[in-house]
């Protein structure tokens, strides 16, 4: 399973796609047992969370404030750019010791740019390559398989390529642009 496939089963998982979007991950979970597997996996995962949490009333202000700061961003760059500060985002837990965050989806080329953060000891399972990903090593150390790498390292996998498992001995940030 790729990085992506296992983002959208977390997040369905965590209750956060849109309508639409659980529909096809529902329609998929029919069609593809392993796929349905995984999506178990992640919602025993997170099953001590829904019940150790209480409801939280967002403020009522949220959804105006959200709109002004996306009216402010295309203003800024007038639709042709998008910023997103260190502080922004949702970081998402993708492995033990791995963690995601989206910073950019092209939906006409349906790739995505995203920041991978590896804790000391981490690592992540082999995993194909739809289209071809480019990855930068922001800090730290990362090793796939034998290839090790450092920060202002630069790696290319191409499309249909096969990774193999990847590892950070010290803990690493790696800036990713890849197929989504």
Known sequence: MNEAEAALASEYALGLLSQGERLEVEARIERDSAFADHVE?????????????????????????????????????????????ASEGRWIEIAPGARKKTLYYDEQ?????????????????????????????????????????????????????RHAPCRSEEGCQLFIKAAA
């Open 109 to 161: 080329s349906q790739s995505e740019a995203f920041l991978i953060e590896l804790e000391a000891g981490a690592s992540l399972p082999q995993h194909d390559h739809d289209g071809t990903e480019d990855c930068l090593v922001i800090s730290g150390d990362f090793s796939i398989g034998d290839l090790k790498l450092s920060a202002g390292d630069f790696h290319a996998a191409f499309a249909a390529s």
């Open 41 to 85: 996996w992640w919602i025993r995962c997170f099953a001590p969370l829904s019940s150790a949490s209480r409801e939280v009333k967002p403020p009522a202000d949220l959804f105006d404030r959200i709109d002004e700061q996306i009216e402010r961003q295309v203003a800024a760059g007038g639709g042709r750019s998008a910023t997103i500060r």
